[in-house]
Structure formats: structure tokens, C-alpha cells
T-cell receptor
Framework: DAMVIQNPRYQVTQFGKPVTLSCSQT?????MYWYQQKSSQAPKLLFH???????NEADTPDNFQSRRPNTSFCFLDIRSPGLGDAAMYLC?????????????FGPGTRLTVL | AQTVTQSQPEMSVQEAETVTLSCTYD???????LFWYKQPPSRQMILVIR??????QNATENRFSVNFQKAAKSFSLKISDSQLGDAAMYFC????????????FGQGTRLTINP
């Protein structure tokens, strides 16, 4: 089945140690999003790619970066994770940006920072 | 900036009964989209139902329906004939028609179904 896949599902890292989360999609969607969802809070958009065009949210910390080497893959890099970065990270895709398209979510990666 | 508020952190309902989840939002825009997403435990978030603000008719999807009150900026979700599989966190979300397709989520309501 076409879907949004996130690896790993659970990631443990040490304070300050760079970590990369992965998202892939078989939907051939143009838009990919990264959301951060802290415990008992609403998901919050960090950034999104429309094709190769990167769009950062104004309040996304510089500690968070993203790469999209091709249509199928998108990575979230956290350069120096702090305790406050422990969260569920959700990847989502949508077909296009200018129309009302459903966003399809992956299962998320739960990041623990020790 | 738009905000979405879900005032019920937790709700419970007996199986086969009806439950309504509340959502209010704040926006200065006249055209926008509203969504309810379901996030089962340890599973991905999936779309339950969506509503275009320009449509007066309330959206329905099988057992799920909404009560969209544009003037009151209210968007509640009604689940009829609740089933055990409906147990999940439910998020109300807003999306502008302008710019990026950014979803602004509420805090979520955890729904428990009692057998």
C-alpha cells in the first residue's frame, strides 16, 4: 500500500548528539511536512518542502534542519538535541500546495533525549 | 495568527452511544478549511472529516458528522453509534486558503469507549 513511512519509530539520543530522523513516501506527493508533537500538546509545524523549495516556520529553532534529496525522502536533522526537543516527530505529505489536499501522516518517531 | 481550542482534554462514552467533541477557533479570514483528525494509540493520524468554510451544509462521513457554526467559530464532531475502534486522540485543525498548507491543531481530546 502507498504510505508514509518513518524510521526509526523510536530514537534515543544523548544531549547534544546530532540525530537524523527519516521519512519516506510512496504517494509521489509534492509536499512534505515535519511536525513536532510534545507530550499532551498539539502538533506544531516545523517546516515543509514544496518539491525542493524549503519553507521554514518563523519560530522553528535553528537547531532543526531538513533535507529532501528526492521526491520520496525527507530528513529531519537535529544538530544539538536538548532535553526540550524530546517529542514525537510527525512527517506528513500532500499532493499539492495550492489545493485543499488531505495531509497523510506517518506513524511518527518518538525521540528521547538523555 | 489562527488558534484552535479544544476544551475537553478527555471524554468517554459507552459503546453504541453518541458523543460530541468540541472545537472552537479564532481567525480573521472568511475562507478556510477545518478538519478532524484521529490519532489511535501508536498509530498514524488519519483524516476523519473536513469542512470548507464557504459551505453551509455540515459535512458527514458515515457515523461522523460535524456541526459547523461559522459565526460562532465552532466546529464540533459528533460520533454516532460509538465503536471500540473509535478510541483515539482526536484533533481539530484549521487551514488557511492562503500560503502554505499549514495545519493549526488544537490540543486534542482523548476519547475512551467503554464496552
Amino acid at each position: 500500500d502507498a504510505m508514509v513511512i518513518q524510521n526509526p519509530r523510536y530514537q534515543v539520543t544523548q544531549f547534544g548528539k546530532p540525530v537524523t530522523l527519516s521519512c519516506s513516501q510512496t504517494l509521489n506527493h509534492n509536499v512534505m511536512y515535519w511536525y513536532q508533537q510534545k507530550s499532551s500538546q498539539a502538533p506544531k509545524l516545523l517546516f515543509h518542502y514544496y518539491d525542493k523549495d524549503f519553507n521554514n516556520e518563523a519560530d522553528t529553532p535553528d537547531n532543526f534542519q531538513s533535507r529532501r534529496p528526492n521526491t520520496s525522502f525527507c530528513f529531519l536533522d537535529i544538530r544539538s538535541p536538548g532535553l526540550g526537543d524530546a517529542a514525537m516527530y510527525l512527517c506528513a505529505t500532500s499532493r499539492e500546495r495550492g489545493v485543499v489536499d488531505t495531509q497523510y501522516f506517518g506513524p511518527g518517531t518518538r525521540l528521547t533525549v538523555l | 495568527a489562527q488558534t484552535v481550542t479544544q476544551s475537553q482534554p478527555e471524554m468517554s462514552v459507552q459503546e453504541a452511544e453518541t458523543v460530541t467533541l468540541s472545537c472552537t477557533y479564532d481567525t480573521s479570514e472568511s475562507d478556510y478549511y477545518l478538519f478532524w483528525y484521529k490519532q489511535p494509540p501508536s498509530r498514524q493520524m488519519i483524516l476523519v472529516i473536513r469542512q470548507e468554510a464557504y459551505k453551509q451544509q455540515n459535512a458527514t462521513e458515515n457515523r461522523f458528522s460535524v456541526n459547523f457554526q461559522k459565526a460562532a467559530k465552532s466546529f464540533s464532531l459528533k460520533i454516532s453509534d460509538s465503536q471500540l475502534g473509535d478510541a483515539a486522540m482526536y484533533f481539530c485543525a484549521y487551514r488557511s486558503t492562503q500560503g502554505a498548507q499549514k495545519l493549526v491543531f488544537g490540543q486534542g481530546t482523548r476519547l475512551t469507549i467503554n464496552p
